[in-house]
C-alpha cells in the first residue's frame, strides 16, 4: 500500500475544494437540481459568463465578490426570475443596469456596493415589493433618490456606501417604521437629522462604520 505524505494529501484536498468552488461547477451544480446556490468569492466573473445563466430558474442566491459585470451583463441577470438573493461586487452597475435588476420581482436581498447609478435608476425600484435588505454605493444618488427607496414597504435593512445623502434624505425616512437598520458610510447628515430620524424610527444606526450613541438597538441587531 502506498501512504501519501500528509502535505501532499491536504493539497490535494484544498486542490479539490478550489475546483468545486468555481463559476462553472456551481453552476453545473444548479443545471442538475443539486444546488439552487452559485458563491463565487475567488474568481472574476465576467459579463459573457453571464449568458450561460439563461433560463436557470432554479437559481434562488447569486453572490459574486469578484466581477468585472456592467449594464450589459444585467440583460442574463434579468432572466433569472426565481431569484431572492444578488450581491455583485466590483459590478459598476448603472441606471440602465438597474432597470433591469428591477425584473426580478422575488429579489429579497440587493447588494450592489460598487454600483454607478443615479436617481433615474432607482425610480422603478418600488417593483422590488419584497426587498427586505438594500446594500448600494454609487456617488449619483441625491436625497431625492431616497423618496424612491422610502417606497420598499417590506425594506428593514438599509445600508448606503458613499452615497452624499443629507439631513433632508434622512427624512424621506422617517414613515419606514418597519425600517430595523441603516448604516451610512461617508454620507453628509448632521447630528440633529440623525437625531430627528431616531425619534420617528428607532432603529440600529451605524455612521461610518460605528455604532451611533444614541443608538436604541446596539445591543440587538441582527445586521
Not at 425600484?125 to 419584497?130: E, I, S, V
Not at 437629522?193 to 455612521?207: D, F, K, M, R, T
Request: glycine fraction near 8%.
Amino acid at each position: 500500500m502506498i501512504r501519501m505524505p500528509a502535505l501532499a494529501l491536504i493539497s490535494l484536498v484544498v486542490a479539490g475544494c478550489q475546483r468545486q468552488s468555481t463559476f462553472e461547477h456551481q453552476l453545473e451544480e444548479v443545471r442538475l437540481g443539486r444546488s439552487d446556490t452559485i458563491q463565487v468569492d475567488n474568481e472574476l466573473v465576467s459579463d459573457s459568463q453571464l449568458q450561460e445563466l439563461a433560463g436557470l430558474r432554479p437559481l434562488r442566491q447569486l453572490i459574486l465578490d469578484d466581477t468585472s459585470i456592467t449594464d450589459g451583463g444585467t440583460v442574463w441577470l434579468a432572466k433569472l426570475s426565481n431569484l431572492e438573493h444578488l450581491r455583485l461586487r466590483g459590478a459598476r452597475i448603472g441606471d440602465a443596469g438597474l432597470l433591469r435588476l428591477c425584473q426580478l420581482v422575488k429579489l429579497r436581498f440587493l447588494n450592489l456596493p460598487h454600483a454607478s447609478f443615479s436617481d433615474k435608476g432607482l425610480a422603478e425600484l418600488d417593483q422590488l415589493g419584497n426587498l427586505e435588505l438594500l446594500r448600494f454605493g454609487t456617488q449619483h444618488v441625491s436625497d431625492e433618490g431616497l423618496r424612491q427607496v422610502a417606497k420598499l414597504k417590506n425594506l428593514k435593512f438599509l445600508h448606503l456606501i458613499g452615497v452624499p445623502i443629507t439631513d433632508e434624505g434622512l427624512q424621506h425616512l422617517h414613515p419606514m417604521s418597519q425600517l430595523e437598520s441603516l448604516y451610512l458610510d461617508d454620507a453628509r447628515v448632521t447630528d440633529a437629522g440623525v437625531e430627528q430620524l431616531l425619534q420617528a424610527v428607532p432603529l440600529h444606526l451605524h455612521i461610518n462604520q460605528q455604532h451611533h450613541d444614541r443608538d436604541p438597538r446596539k445591543d440587538t441587531h441582527g445586521h
